[in-house]
């Protein structure tokens, strides 16, 4: 029920009385060819696959402060005052369930909307009762459930996450590694529920949880939605490596001023949007294979909290590239976005495909829709995920063509029209 999370219900809210378009919305807006080019195929994608329709959609969710979404969305101050008054009964009503919180994980954040004091395994069976109790109450046929709380502290995994029961007794024995982030994908995933990362958290990327999502054949995918800096990241990149022009070096700062700037202003919080930030680039530009081009590059990214900035951040990045015969030259971006503009769509796309691939069996990390993540979880551990926009967007496109039966593209049949 912060910004991101606000900004998407209230979108959806408008966008299906016809106030507003989903724009940034592949589901909503984006086409797809089918067959040859000759063929003269392309339909809309939600036409193509079976998607939920934006009107059977209803929204919940936990947070720690006690804000309902109308109030939560004006302090967010993503959308302006018209849109908001106008879909004010329908936000108010969207109240925030008592939230799993541990002040360790998240130091910057001080609400008082949080469950009684109890075991983790009690907090993980609330938080069941809760997601049954929003569905019996709403009469859904079907939940996803897609993480837009804080960015918690970085942690890499421990003994308690090897395995299912060394995670379950840890929740019993409410071990200090176990974060609230992972009680919540516990709980979805224990009733079956896909579920989505859009933090930098480490909630879905070890083997207990992905143990549950093999016994229950859950769908899951993260992390981090790729939204600003590292959007145009993966946008540019390609492009440099596609033309083997070199890189020295990748500096990108950012200023914002929102509750996540706040949050990311612990150190602890930015190392897990570092870490994330940073895997970027040696993907796509694979400096092993390419050592003369991308051998010794400087990556540096910043986050600094700035208030005045609000959402609307501003991400500079200096990137000092070079050409033939090694001469230099540089490029500057200065990207004034609105962050959670362009994560709400992504949250959207992520509900409505994740739900198509659970109901296609489609279990276990979701890679096809990488397109969406900063920090893709690649299906295996010596598999590299893909950072590349273009190569996400195809893979995203073919398996839906795959889910329909028909035949991907590959640009390689034995007619030229292909
Ligand atoms: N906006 C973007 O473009 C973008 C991009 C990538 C990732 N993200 C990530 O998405 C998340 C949400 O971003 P935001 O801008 O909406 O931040 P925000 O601070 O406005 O919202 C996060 C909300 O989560 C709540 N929260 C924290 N811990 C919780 C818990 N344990 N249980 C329930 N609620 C909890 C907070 O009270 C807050 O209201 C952040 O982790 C951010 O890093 C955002």
Sequence with gaps: ??????????????????????????????TIRIGKRTDDN???????????DLKDLVFGGWDVFSDDAYVAAKRAGVLESPILEELGDELRAIKPMPAVFEQEYVRNL?????????????????????IEAFKAKHGCTRLVGVWCGSTEIYKQPGAVHQTLAAFEQGLRDSDPDIA????????FMKLGIPYANGAPNLSLDFPAIMELARQNSVAVTGKDFKTGQTLMKTIL?????????????????????????????????????????LGVLDTIFEPKRNPELYGDIHHVVRINYYPPRGDNKEGWDN?????????PMQIKIDFLCRDSILAAPIVLDLALFMDLAQRAK??????????????????????YPEHDLFI?????????????GDDPITHLGAEYYD
């Design 392 to 404: 996400q967007h195809t893979k995203l496109k073919n398996t839906l063509r795959h889910l329909m």
């Design 1 to 30: 029920m912060g910004a991101v999370g606000t900004t998407f219900i209230a979108g959806v809210l408008a966008i299906r009385r016809g106030l507003a378009s989903p724009i940034g919305s592949l589901t909503q807006m984006g």
């Design 319 to 327: 990137i000092d590239i070079f050409g033939w015969l090694g001469y």
């Design 42 to 52: 392309v339909q809309p994608i939600k036409d193509y696959v079976p998607l939920a």
């Design 362 to 383: 489609l279990s276990g990390v979701q890679e096809w829709l990488s397109f969406y993540w900063k920090s893709p979880q690649p299906v295996q551990d010596d598999v």
């Design 180 to 187: 609230p982030s992972q009680i919540y994908a516990y709980a």
């Design 110 to 130: 001080h609400g008082d909307n949080i469950k009684p004091d109890a075991s983790k395994w009690e907090w993980a069976q609330a938080l069941i009762a809760d």
């Design 237 to 277: 990149a390609p492009g440099l490596k596609a033309r083997m022009l070199g890189v020295h070096g990748w500096y990108s700062t950012n200023i914002l001023g929102n509750r996540d700037g706040e949050v990311l202003d612990d150190p602890d919080s930015f190392k897990s949007k570092e870490v994330s930030k």
